[in-house]
């Protein structure tokens, strides 16, 4: 018999049960005798039945859908956390939705209120500027996950690691290889990254008794392009320094074209240390020293708690760290 055309009376005909207890086992929303229940799966796969979704999520009152926003679709680090939701939901009825924030607040508001819109289940946040009061708004006591940033809120698990450490790290490499005039490449002003990784920047000058100097503090926007505009900005200012260190490898990919347009060499003149590692960094000439966020390993725990609040399961928050990758684009300045 053609799968397609297959009805619950052909499965209760073939498993010699009512058409109730076809649809019983089918929702598994009701407990259902496992004689019965073995019978029903015995047909179902004998008759190549295979149940619709969008007809059960329409008797369920669920979309089976995540709706998921991103940021800056195309990034490599963004779209390795939504690799990293898609194979958590892997195995799952559910599927995701994509949008994107485009780092901007009111855009964010927007594609979030569609998805809501759109009857999804659950909500993915990765990322974005919103704050939690506005996320409990627009959420709707959809169960909520967020990604890439921390959330003061019980209600909200978030996944993040530790930015300021991280990037204080970062920075405390490029001290223990002998670099005392470290520039700095802020991401966007307003992006909670860019703070705690600015944070971690200070911290670890202040904790080598290196003095904070503005001139060699330098506004981006994660951009490649505005790293090849720190350079300038630097240069222009007069400002002397060995090292550099970028809030995200896509600003350290801009700063490297930058400073081989000014001749200036990586690492003999300036070191670079970025942040992110993502996959052409390691291509980058000389290849980049980065730090490593686990993104896909965030994506996929945060698909998996997502499912178990659907299904009113616990759920433990993980516990990931951020790596110093070390490469070949910081030199070790002797005494």
């Keep these: 018999m053609a799968r397609n055309k297959v009805t619950i009376k052909d499965i209760a005909d073939s498993a010699n049960v ?5 649809s019983r086992v089918l929702n598994d929303n009701t407990p259902v005798n496992e004689q019965k229940r073995k019978a029903v799966l015995a047909a179902m796969e004998r008759l190549q039945y295979k149940p619709n979704l969008v007809a059960r999520s329409l008797a369920g009152g669920s979309s089976l859908t995540l709706g998921v926003v ?3 679709i195309g990034s490599p680090f963004y779209d390795s956390v939504t690799q ?6 892997s195995g799952s009825d559910y599927s995701p939705i994509f949008v994107d924030g485009q780092w901007d607040r009111e855009t964010e508001i927007s594609v979030v209120q569609t998805l809501i819109d759109r009857n999804i ?14 996320i409990e708004e627009l959420r709707q006591d959809k169960p909520t996950v967020v990604i890439a940033r921390h959330i003061d809120n019980v209600a909200i698990p978030s996944i993040a690691i530790d ?13 223990k290889s002998g670099h005392r005039r470290i520039a700095h490449v802020k991401g966007i002003p307003e992006h909670q990254d860019a703070v705690d990784r600015f944070k971690g920047y ?3 000058l202040s904790d080598a008794g290196i003095e904070l100097e503005e001139e060699l503090i330098v506004n981006g926007d994660f951009s490649s392009q505005s790293g090849v505009l720190a350079i300038e900005s630097l240069l222009m200012r007069g400002a002397t320094f060995t090292a550099i260190f970028a809030s995200n490898d896509e600003m ?17 003149d300036v070191s670079i240390v970025g942040f992110d590692d993502q996959p052409g960094s390691a291509y980058m000439t000389p290849p980049l ?27 433990e928050l993980p516990k990931l760290d951020a790596e110093l990758i070390v490469r070949e684009s910081v030199k070790q300045i002797r005494p």
Excluded: F
């Design 163 to 175: 930015n300021v450490q991280a990037a204080k790290k970062a920075v405390e490499y490029l001290i």
């Design 70 to 72: 991103t940021q800056n």
């Design 289 to 315: 020293t980065t730090v490593a966020q686990p993104a896909s390993d965030m994506g996929e725990a945060a698909a998996e708690i997502a499912l178990n609040m659907l299904s009113k399961k616990e759920y």
């Design 202 to 204: 200070c911290e670890a």
């Design 252 to 268: 350290a990919l801009g700063i490297r074209l930058g400073l081989y347009r000014r001749g200036i060499r990586v690492p003999e």
């Design 121 to 134: 289940d659950a909500l993915i946040m990765v990322g974005g500027t919103l704050d939690v009061h506005e």
């Design 18 to 22: 009512s058409k109730s207890t076809v």
């Design 84 to 89: 990293g939701v898609i194979h958590g939901m």
